[in-house]
């Protein structure tokens, strides 16, 4: 108990630090999302149109209303860039430096994780409530908060999902000199698969068994889904806990491979 209650103290320090940073370049930031926000406002535009013109879809234009202005704050909430940096960090040997301090590297990258993410949200939270206001008629909005809630812990273990998916890969970079097809694969992977291209809505039905119970919906549509969607409570609940469930796998995963690796880095005398 007091480890982690001493770890989350440094979590909120490293955060603050990280926080402090990288608020020197707040313009970036409203750039960077700008730019994020705009691929999802072109399909948003285009599946509109389609609908507009008599394509028979399986889902309406609430639906693709819905989905797409929430997409990027989504993406962005359950998004991580970690497997680069960590793979580099283990591949030129600076772990070594991080073994003797007090707080972990991986907490490091914890902080840096949240520091982003904090600050994005103040660019991105406001261009996300200009497009909700603009299509605010065609928009699919729960009256309860039960749904906000259940959407939240879901945003939740989304990102945590795709955070500990990075640490199993670029732990990797343990045994592999370079990492980086293996990441830029998972990307390309993960991003039809987990809605953040084309809604999974939208894929044919012979894939639906495989579709809605691979673990990257999990990362980005499944959230979507219970605002955009018509779920049933039992869909919920099976959504949820099919996402528990991908989270308690990967981590315990990345635990297993990031302990094997430090000992395998350790042996060679790092």
């Known amino acids: 108990m007091n480890t982690v209650v001493r770890n989350l103290r440094v979590l909120r320090r490293m955060t603050a630090a990280e926080i402090a940073q990288q608020s020197i370049y707040r313009g970036a930031w409203i750039i960077f999302m700008a730019a994020n926000i705009c691929v999802p406002i072109i399909s948003l535009l285009i599946w509109r149109t389609a609908i507009a013109n008599g394509a028979q879809l399986p889902i309406d234009e609430q639906y693709v209303t819905t989905y797409f202005v929430l997409l990027s704050f989504v993406t962005m909430a359950t998004s991580s860039w970690l497997t680069g940096f960590l793979a580099n960090d283990i591949r030129l040997g600076k772990l070594s430096s991080w073994m003797v ?3 972990s590297l991986l907490l490091g990258f914890v902080a840096n994780n949240l520091s982003e993410k904090f600050l994005k ?4 939270v406001p261009m996300i409530g200009v497009l909700w206001w603009i299509f605010r008629d065609s928009m699919t909005i729960p009256a309860g908060p039960g749904r906000w809630a259940v959407f939240a812990v879901s945003l939740v273990l989304g990102a945590i999902l795709v955070f500990t998916i990075d640490i199993l890969i670029a732990s990797i970079a343990f045994w592999m000199d370079d990492v980086s097809a293996l990441a830029q694969a998972r990307l390309i992977i993960a991003s039809v698969l987990s809605g953040a291209v084309v809604p999974l809505a939208l894929m044919p039905d012979w894939s639906r068994g495989f579709i809605d119970n691979q673990p990257f919906r999990f990362t ?15 869909d919920l609940l099976v959504g949820l806990g099919l996402q528990t469930a991908y989270v308690l796998v990967f981590g315990a995963l990345a635990r297993l491979v990031w302990a094997a690796g430090i000992r395998a880095y350790s042996a060679v005398g790092a």
């Open 101 to 103: 301090r007090p707080a």
């Open 121 to 124: 949200l103040f660019a991105l």
């Open 220 to 234: 980005v549509s499944f959230p979507v889904e219970i605002v955009a969607g018509n779920l049933s409570g039992h």
